[in-house]
Nanobody, 119 residues
Framework: QVQLVESGGGLVQPGGSLRLSCAAS????????MAWYRQAPGKERGLVAQ???????NYADSVKGRFTISRDYAKNMVYLQMNSLKPEDTALYYC?????????????WGRGTQVTVSS
């Protein structure tokens, strides 16, 4: 069994910061890419940032220069540092990981953590 659990969401004022964390647990032999996605009400889920096993990163244009993804390979954790938050960053943020399990790499998802940016 593999599980992803996010934490760190909350209510923050515009211009503020939050740090999201995601822990992968279970029978894990290898993790390829880890990523953060988000989904706002009435919108599709979209990629926010991703980081590969080789530490290459990719960001959505809307968060470049404001968000930073990082990873603790030993602890199977991924983080998202979010600075200069805007109301349009309000969404449910999901952790995603490509995990080697039962002989193949499969996509696993957390349940999400809510981020609300409002004054």
């Amino acid at each position: 069994q593999v599980q992803l659990v996010e934490s760190g969401g909350g209510l923050v004022q515009p211009g503020g910061s939050l740090r999201l964390s995601c822990a992968a647990s279970g029978t894990i032999s290898s993790i390829n890419t880890m990523a953060w996605y988000r989904q706002a009400p009435g919108k599709e889920r979209g990629l926010v940032a991703q980081i590969t096993s080789g530490a290459s990163t990719n960001y959505a244009d809307s968060v470049k220069g404001r968000f930073t993804i990082s990873r603790d390979y030993a602890k199977n954790m991924v983080y998202l540092q979010m600075n200069s938050l805007k109301p349009e960053d309000t969404a449910l943020y999901y952790c995603n990981a490509q995990i080697f399990w039962l002989g193949i790499y499969s996509d696993f998802w957390g349940r999400g953590t809510q981020v609300t940016v409002s004054s």
